[in-house]
């Protein structure tokens, strides 16, 4: 969901996404037209409440300005259409749900789109990154966070997780869980105190030594999964697997079993509470 080089796409096909996804989208808006449902509105500023409850009580708005912006745009979401249509299927039975997505990006819009009256957060470790997305679409909801480990550091951080207590899927903890590395400990108390229906990690950077990688990503989501008190499993997306780290972690944290639908560079899966499944990741 960051920055990314286009270069290696062809143009007929980079408008075969734009048309799709417009498709996607005008779909989601034609079914959010019938939901009947409420949304509880996050604290903020006073401009920013206003916008979003213009939002929530006009959902299709959302909807409009994302078709306008994906018809009317030469950048492409990173996704392709398949992988897309993954998430895209379990957002259009889950809406409006709470949906948590690693990276802020070209895609950011559509994401939100889709769950037109539920809430979604993007978590994102570029503040600049994140000033950029914004200034185009300020009624993204998104939070800057700064991780505590590097993609150099993932074998370690295998071997610090079998040793160190605070890591183990029997505590499964990473709010002020300091002593497990693999925590994000850091997030806001809005992270913390919301069962999160659906997670998305496309994000941090995970192609060079110093970038953060997705390990403290995939650990926490499998926390927030098991710890879910409601109905229901939490579907996890990552993206991205065909790299070594995230193909390792998914396997020691998101689990072989729980995987439900592949795609591309996609995995999907749908993992229960940990009540429903004892006191191991897998």
Known sequence: MQKQNHSHFKPERSW??????????????????????SNNLIGCNNNKLAQEKFLVDNPQQLLLDAI???????????????????????????????FLVFGLGHDSQMWASFNSRGNTLFLEEDPKWVETILKDAPFLHAETVKYRTMLSEADELVEHYHKEADCSAKKSFIRGNHDCKLALDMLSDEVYNKEWDLIMIDAPRGY??????????????????????????????????????????????????????????????EI?????????FC
């Open 208 to 269: 060079f030594a110093e970038a953060p990688g997705r390990m403290a990503a995939i650990y926490s989501a499998a926390v927030m999964a098991r710890n879910r008190k409601g109905k229901g499993v939490t579907h996890v997306f990552l993206h991205d697997v065909e790299r070594k780290v995230e193909k390792i972690y998914a396997e020691l944290f998101l689990c072989r079993k729980y995987l439900v639908k592949g795609v591309g560079r996609l995995w999907h899966f």
């Open 68 to 98: 306008l912006h994906y018809a009317t745009s030469r950048v492409i979401p990173q996704q392709n259409i398949n992988e897309i249509r993954i998430s895209f299927d379990v957002l259009k039975n889950r809406t409006p749900c709470n």
């Open 272 to 280: 229960p509470p940990s009540s429903n499944v004892g006191n191991s």
């Open 16 to 37: 075969c996404l734009v048309i799709s996804l417009v498709g996607l989208l005008g779909g989601a808006l034609f079914i959010s037209l019938f939901l009947k449902t």
